[in-house]
């Protein structure tokens, strides 16, 4: 019987750790950590998530250390799980930047509407591409992908055991300086057409000086953006789904490095 308890006893205890990883991640993680996506429904899914995950880990040695041990060991996890989920939305901050890049070059920069993610001001073409991301990713199942991933984690980071390195702040200013890279990517067409329309009406106002080229521009570069935009849809797409098949890996070099600190 007291080998029964103390088993049971185990099990509660890595099921909150893997509450806690678990629950930091979905907090952070695209969909899940939207204004209208249910408080509760996120829990109920950090809960069963641990559920399945915990009877599978080995078990943490809870009775070595003492009550202050384990506060920190729950911190230590929840950092992991904001960490991980931070890399997982890295992909969406870059198409929001790319879309912000092709409002500035459509100048639609001035017209804002609400953030289906956060309800804050955002231009069209950002929440486009937010959609964009949101359906290769669903349709796709990645987001399967991208927990299994995060499972994958407990391989190399087991509980508590995550550690600060200089290398793991490389890692993550790298992965974050990639999102300008992808965004400049995704927005290249119509920031090649923006040129283009400028370069035209430059030569105009060199042959008609008086014609005013701002205002005849505007909307001229509007409509070829977006046709462009339209046009180029695909190769957007393609651009969002190879960073997002490269999530598992970048979830597991992350949980890598911090077991390696």
């Not at 007291?2 to 509450?19: P, R």
């Not at 996120?42 to 078990?59: E, G, I």
């Not at 014609?211 to 797409?237: D, H, K, W, Y």
Request: with cysteine.
């Amino acid at each position: 019987m007291l080998q029964i308890v103390l088993a049971v006893d185990f099990d509660v205890h890595n099921w909150i750790f893997v509450f806690v990883r678990v629950g930091a991640f979905l907090s952070v993680l695209p969909f899940f950590a939207t204004t209208n996506f249910p408080a509760q429904l996120r829990v109920a899914l950090a809960a069963l998530s641990a559920l399945l995950l915990a009877p599978s880990l080995p078990a943490y040695p809870h009775h070595e250390s003492g009550l202050a041990s384990l506060i920190g060991v729950i911190a230590v996890e929840g950092g992991v799980g904001v960490l991980l989920g931070f890399i997982a939305r890295l992909v969406f901050y870059a198409v929001d930047l790319a879309g912000s890049l092709i409002a500035t070059e459509m100048g639609l920069n001035l017209a804002s509407i609400l953030s289906p993610e956060t309800n804050a001001p955002t231009q069209a073409p950002s929440s486009v591409m937010f959609f964009l991301a949101a359906v290769v990713m669903l349709t796709l199942d990645l987001h399967h992908w991208m927990l299994l991933g995060f499972e994958r984690t407990y391989r190399v980071l087991p509980v508590g055991g995550a550690h600060l390195s200089g290398v793991l702040f490389t890692a993550i200013v790298a992965y974050s300086g990639r999102i300008f890279w992808v965004a400049v990517q995704i927005a290249a067409p119509v920031m090649a057409a923006s040129f283009i329309v400028t370069v035209v009406f430059a030569m105009l106002s060199r042959a008609v000086p008086a014609m005013n080229v701002f205002a005849e521009s505007f909307a001229i570069r509007a409509i070829c953006g977006l046709v462009v935009f339209g046009f180029t849809m695909p190769l957007m797409a393609q651009h969002v789904l190879n960073y997002l098949r490269r999530l598992p890996d970048d979830l597991m070099t992350v949980a890598q490095l911090l077991g390696a600190g």
